[in-house]
């Protein structure tokens, strides 16, 4: 039988690697890890997990068809645990940055109910912030 312990990593589709980057490490806080740009394969770091990169006009993002846009997208959203979360602080940092999010709102996730946060990367993807 399979156990999931947690996420290892999620691979994410980019059009602007120098903005998802900027938006992963400075707004995030996921410093890059490593790097392999000939393939075109960005690591992150988030905590014990890895968020990787893949610019679509490297050579790993032009095999996997169109990018993200309004007619679909790479993800729904990815859901990220904060060490500490005070939404009040979370907001004032996001815009501090300019990042647009939703209003806090109670949602299930896998430690049980609780507030959370809903924004966009660059290219779109949903990201959610909670405690």
Do not use: W
Request: proline share 5%; aromatic share 4%.
């Amino acid at each position: 039988m399979i156990s999931v312990a947690a996420i290892d990593h999620i691979v994410l589709r980019v059009a602007d690697a120098d903005a998802s980057i900027a938006f992963y490490c400075e707004v995030l806080g996921c410093p890059v890890e490593k790097r392999n740009d000939m393939i075109g394969l960005i690591h992150l770091r988030a905590g014990a997990s890895l968020i990787d990169l893949i610019p679509l006009d490297g050579e790993l993002g032009s095999t996997g068809g169109a990018g993200p846009g309004l007619e679909g997208r790479n993800v729904d959203h990815i859901c990220l645990r904060l060490n500490e979360y005070d939404p009040n602080k979370v907001k004032s940092h996001l815009e501090a940055h300019g990042v647009a999010y939703q209003l806090p709102a109670s949602r299930y996730g896998s430690g049980g109910e609780g507030l959370s946060i809903y924004l966009e990367d660059p290219d779109g993807n949903g990201i959610e912030l909670r405690g």
